[in-house]
């Protein structure tokens, strides 16, 4: 059985994400992803230790493509998606600094 | 270089190379170094909502035949999402394998014979290129940074090494016979400076026989040099750092090739948390046998057993003759010298010839036919031309391709008939009689002063041996 999650977990999962969470959004996904993992704890409990673990709905392996190359998009329809766009490049914001 | 007294380095290399295949490792953009910048990308290497990836299968060809070169077990494998936040990849995560790799295991054996096992190596793609403008250029103190996704998606397969090299030496000698494996098999065209084979260096030190020591991570290693002068740099930082009674941080570490020092990027305190998941998009890899066979059966001789076949043939070779050996090895070259010598060019001429003059128009090579390598060589053998010809003649059929017989009449390098030859001496003896009177008295030195005036008159197209028969005959 996993431990409970806790608010701190969130918080630091969030934090990974970039995601900037209030007081208030921090408590409810604290419940919310708590009753998920508790879901999977009600699986956990359950004797299926001769089940061979399923990582895929589809019984299919190896399904491939032959190394062909297909158009790509045009450049400035590519780049009329993004916020920012400097030399025919997407342009970010500084990389390095503090996490929110 | 050398540790002081009692002291061990101990390094393990993690080498990326991008494969050689025509498009991206899930997607069929073209897998192009160098194109214009966001040319080669699409929904799915740009990480667009829906976009599905789909297993380029040469990628997993070349992987196989890398693994079966290191003697690695090709094993069921499944692919994981590696999530970080950072724009070099759009999806936000790399498509990467995890704990069930494709090739698991494994060795390679040095030249000096130490063996380096191979822990795994594993398919993975590429990140896009970012430029960072303002502040120096270093992504530290960076306004802004653009990124170009061309190689975003780029197949790539890691290879890591055992903690089992002890010199910064062995680590280089390693990464070059990995190189060389790497190009054998096509897999690779072994670029360290576009990039396209990056090494990561895990590093620590001790004293011998003591456990492992706390090892730093070194990053941005794209030479064979910076290779081998971060280790040393990186292993006697740690060694003073201990004499000194501090304690080594695990931590990732950039070398800066002009410093000539390592730095700090991040404690493992700041490390990534990768939170790795199975990737849902892609189902499980597992090539059967017949698979693993077809590309087994593509497999060429690897570099030591190419090495072995041409060190027989070189019985008795000099120091300097081992040395263009590996230089032939390493860039693949030696068909051409055993076609040379099978033709009957003399062994030391055939790997002088493929060490220097193929090594140096190695970007030319696929305009240089096996055949007009050998004739070229055995004219020279033969004395139907100088070596400085025939090194041009080479260079010539290099950077304009053609036929050495052809090439040589167009630069004039026809050698003269012997009559003519016979003649022009006789006429010079007549001009020269004091000089001519010497020589005959036994003065060898004059031999080349007659040699330099014959080559004056036929502006180069005489052999200095016919020059010196003529000059015998007549003496």
């Not at chain 1, 934090?15 to 879901?39: I, K």
């Not at chain 2, 290879?159 to 897999?187: C, K, M, N, W």
């Not at chain 2, 060019?345 to 030319?364: C, K, T």
């Not at chain 2, 391709?401 to 630069?411: D, H, I, L, Q, S």
Request: charged residues 25%.
């Amino acid at each position: 059985m996993a431990p409970p999650l806790r608010r701190e977990d969130v918080a630091h999962v969030a934090r990974l994400a970039r995601l900037t969470l209030s007081e208030a959004e921090l408590d409810m996904f604290t419940e919310q992803l708590g009753q998920v993992l508790e879901h999977a704890n009600d699986m956990s409990a359950l004797a299926l230790d001769d089940v061979v673990a399923t990582a895929h709905p589809f019984g299919l392996t190896n399904v491939v493509r032959e190394d062909v190359v297909t158009a790509s998009l045009e450049r400035a329809r590519v780049l009329e998606m993004a916020p920012d766009a400097q030399d025919g490049r997407f342009a970010v914001p500084q990389i390095m600094g503090d996490a929110p | 270089m050398s540790l002081p007294h009692g002291w061990e380095m101990v390094v393990g290399l993690e080498v990326h190379t991008e494969l050689q295949t025509a498009t991206k490792m899930f997607c069929g953009c073209a897998n192009a170094f160098g194109a214009v910048p966001n040319t080669s990308v699409c929904p799915v290497c740009l990480g667009l909502p829906g976009a599905l990836p789909v297993l380029n299968e040469r990628a997993i060809d070349l992987a196989m035949a890398i693994g079966m070169a290191l003697h690695s077990t090709i094993s069921p494998s499944t692919f994981h999402r590696k999530n970080y936040f950072y724009p070099d990849m759009p999806k936000d995560f790399q498509i990467s394998q995890y704990d069930l790799p494709i090739n698991a295991g494994g060795y390679l054996d040095l030249p000096d014979s130490t063996r380096v096992t191979i822990e795994r190596a594993h398919l993975e793609e590429d990140t896009g290129k970012s430029t960072h403008l303002g502040g120096s250029g270093r992504i530290h103190g960076a306004d802004r940074s653009l990124v170009d996704y061309n190689r975003s998606g780029v197949p790539l397969v890691e290879i890591v090494s055992g903690p089992d090299i002890r010199s910064s030496t062995q680590a280089r000698l390693y990464a070059s016979e990995l190189r060389a494996i790497l190009v054998a098999t096509g897999a690779s065209d072994g670029r360290m400076e576009e990039g396209s084979m990056r090494i990561d260096a895990n590093v620590s030190v001790r004293h011998a026989d003591e456990p492992f020591g706390t090892r730093c991570e070194i990053k941005n290693l794209n030479s064979l040099r910076s290779l081998q002068r971060a280790i040393d740099y990186e292993a006697l930082r740690q060694v003073e750092l201990l004499e000194g009674g501090g304690r080594v941080r695990q931590e990732t570490r950039h070398w800066d090739e002009n410093l000539g020092a390592t730095s700090t990027m991040r404690t493992k305190e700041e490390a990534e948390d990768y939170r790795y998941f199975r990737e849902p998009d892609l189902v499980d890899l597992a090539p059967d046998i017949a698979w693993q066979d077809r590309v087994r059966a593509g497999l060429p001789p690897m570099p030591a057993e190419r090495r072995a076949t041409l060190s027989a043939r070189l019985v008795g070779a000099n120091d300097a003759q081992l040395d263009a050996l590996e230089v032939v090895i390493d860039l693949g070259l030696d068909p051409f010298v055993h076609h040379a010598i099978d033709a009957g060019v003399d062994p030391g001429l055939a790997l002088a010839r493929g060490a220097n003059e193929l090594a140096a128009g190695l970007e030319d090579i696929a305009r240089l036919n096996r055949d007009a390598f050998s004739a070229t060589l055995l004219m020279e053998q033969r004395g139907e031309l100088s070596s400085t010809q025939a090194k041009t003649v080479l260079g010539e059929l290099l950077a304009h391709g053609g036929e050495p017989g052809t090439v040589a009449a167009a630069k004039g390098f026809e050698q003269l008939s012997a009559d003519t030859l016979g003649t022009t001496v006789a006429e010079l003896l007549a001009q020269f009689p004091s000089e001519w009177e010497r020589y005959r008295d036994g003065d060898e030195k004059l031999a080349q002063f007659f040699i330099g005036q014959v080559m004056r008159i036929t502006n180069g197209q005489a052999n200095g041996k016919a020059v010196v028969a003529e000059l015998r005959a007549r003496r």
